[in-house]
């Protein structure tokens, strides 16, 4: 069956250097990945899209990358913040007509000052 | 509002009882989804809309739960006889488009279910 499996573990990490989460994937073959950010009590918050064909996608402080061979996507946030502390999510999509995602079960990154 | 909302944000229910969860999509949003999250965990599919049509219904774990759509817009996820393994966050997303799924999902707060 498929299966998604992120860094069970929290991640703490110092302000100001880079976090690095993994999202690792089996019996899929994902068109698209997606990330996304939820804090507590809250909605998942999409972050990053990246497709099958392209390599790496960066989006201010945030880089994604997809490796369709390793079937692994890293995600990093440079120069973390307090702020950024959160639980991330990563999300397979595009196997079916429907749109539906395919969510791993998240890491939690806190940052301390 | 500019984003998806759901009501109501809490629901407490004895065993046995039905509830029902309602969501606001964005307005003119074409997709849409039922995710149930158990704590600790990632959203898991429940359902899907396209407009009116169900065209996914493929992860609701029982006959018990129910879905629709009537009229496009607002959409009501039911729970009859509700058991203690019922007990999650369950979510609701739209998106604008329906490209297979390239779109951006919109998540709503959430509604979290206790039954106890």
């Known amino acids: 069956s498929q299966k998604i499996e992120q860094n069970s573990e929290a991640l703490n990490i110092q302000e100001g250097k880079t976090a690095t989460l993994t999202c690792n994937y089996t019996?899929?073959?994902?068109?698209?990945l997606q990330w996304y950010r939820q804090d507590p009590g809250r909605g998942p918050v999409f972050l990053l899209l990246?497709?099958?064909?392209?390599k790496e996608k960066r989006k201010e402080r945030l880089k994604v990358t997809f490796d369709t061979t390793l079937k692994q996507s890293l995600f990093h946030i440079t120069a973390s913040q307090p702020a950024d502390s959160a639980t991330y999510l990563c999300?397979?999509?595009?196997?079916?007509?429907?749109?539906?995602?395919?969510f791993g079960q998240g890491t939690t990154l806190q940052v301390k000052p | 509002g500019a984003g998806v909302s759901q009501s109501p944000r809490y629901k407490v229910a004895k065993r046995g009882q039905d509830v029902a969860l309602r969501c606001d999509p964005i307005?003119?949003?074409?997709?849409l989804f039922w995710y149930q999250q158990a704590l600790g965990q990632g959203p898991e599919f429940l359902t899907y809309?396209?407009?009116?049509?169900?065209?996914?219904k493929s992860g609701l774990p029982s006959d018990r739960f129910f879905a629709e759509r009537p009229e496009g817009s607002v959409s009501t996820l039911k729970i009859q006889r509700t058991q203690q393994e019922d007990s999650a966050v369950y979510l609701c997303?739209?998106?604008?488009?329906?490209?297979?799924?390239?779109?951006?999902?919109?998540f709503g707060p959430g509604t979290r279910l206790t039954v106890l």
């Open positions: 997303a739209s998106t604008l488009m329906d490209r297979g799924g390239k779109d951006t999902q919109y």
């Open positions: 019996n899929y073959s994902p068109a698209y």
């Open positions: 990246i497709r099958e064909n392209e």
């Open positions: 999300a397979l999509g595009g196997s079916s007509n429907t749109g539906k995602l395919i």
């Open positions: 307005s003119g949003h074409v997709s």
């Open positions: 809309f396209q407009n009116e049509a169900q065209l996914d």
